[in-house]
């Protein structure tokens, strides 16, 4: 089991260009997570999914919309990328009653 | 609402000494409780989680933390720090149904003394 994946790993943008973070996983997880960790905050969350074709608002939702097309994806989008988006973007799944497994991380700097 | 508390942003001790990072949180219940340990430029590792039972819980490298209901306190301890567990540490807690968000601290960076 590659366990949760995310890509790209690092990216760089221009104050309003347009994104797409996917996060995979293959271990037939219900729930999905994306978050947000930027220094001294910890991590917020973004935007959730408790399974295929459902997301929810999190924490820290503007500027981010979301998509649950599969139950293995979870995909991040950022239409206009501002420079306070610039994080450390995380994701995570889960099942019920079992822990959250989170992924490597994609560091995106908005310039 | 939730929330989550770890009062000391910065902790420096030497290594062999004892460590132990606070983590109050908020929650109407028993919620799940988390500790994470990230080192620098890396993903959230695991250290342990309470979700019932016990409330003296064990996780990995040695580290263990107690869950006290009356203090909504969620320690995390261990008896001997090595410097390899310098890094930066979360608390986190959970609803126990529902949606299972997580609430995060904002986190203890842990420096080790030679």
């Known amino acids: 089991n590659a366990g949760v994946t995310q890509t790209p790993k690092f990216r760089v943008l221009k104050t309003g260009q347009s994104m797409t973070l996917l996060c995979a996983q293959d271990?037939?997880?219900?729930?999905m997570y994306w978050y947000r960790q930027d220094p001294g905050m910890g991590l917020r969350l973004i935007h959730y999914?408790?399974?295929?074709?459902?997301?929810a608002k999190g924490e820290v939702p503007d500027g981010y919309n979301v998509s649950r097309l599969k139950k293995q994806n979870f995909l991040l989008g950022l239409e206009s990328a501002a420079p306070s988006q610039t994080s450390v973007y995380f994701c995570?799944?889960?099942?019920?009653?079992?822990?959250?497994?989170f992924g490597p991380g994609t560091r995106l700097l908005v310039l | 609402a939730q929330s989550v508390t770890q009062p000391d942003i910065h902790i420096t001790v030497s290594e062999g000494a004892s460590l132990e990072l606070r983590c109050n949180y908020s929650?109407?219940?028993?919620?799940?409780l988390f500790w994470y340990v990230q080192s620098p430029g890396q993903g959230l590792q695991l250290l342990l989680k309470?979700?019932?039972?016990?409330?003296l819980v064990q996780g990995i490298k040695g580290f263990e933390a107690e869950f006290k209901r009356s203090q909504s306190s969620f320690n995390l301890r261990k008896p001997s720090v090595h410097w390899s567990d310098a890094a930066e540490y979360f608390c986190?807690?959970?609803?126990?149904?529902?949606?299972?968000?997580?609430?995060f601290g904002t986190g203890t960076r842990l420096k080790v003394l030679a």
């Open positions: 995570a799944s889960k099942k019920a009653q079992e822990t959250q497994y």
């Open positions: 271990m037939n997880h219900e729930y």
């Open positions: 999914s408790v399974g295929e074709g459902t997301t």
């Open positions: 929650y109407g219940a028993t919620p799940y």
């Open positions: 309470y979700f019932s039972g016990d409330t």
């Open positions: 986190a807690v959970s609803t126990t149904s529902g949606t299972y968000k997580y609430i």
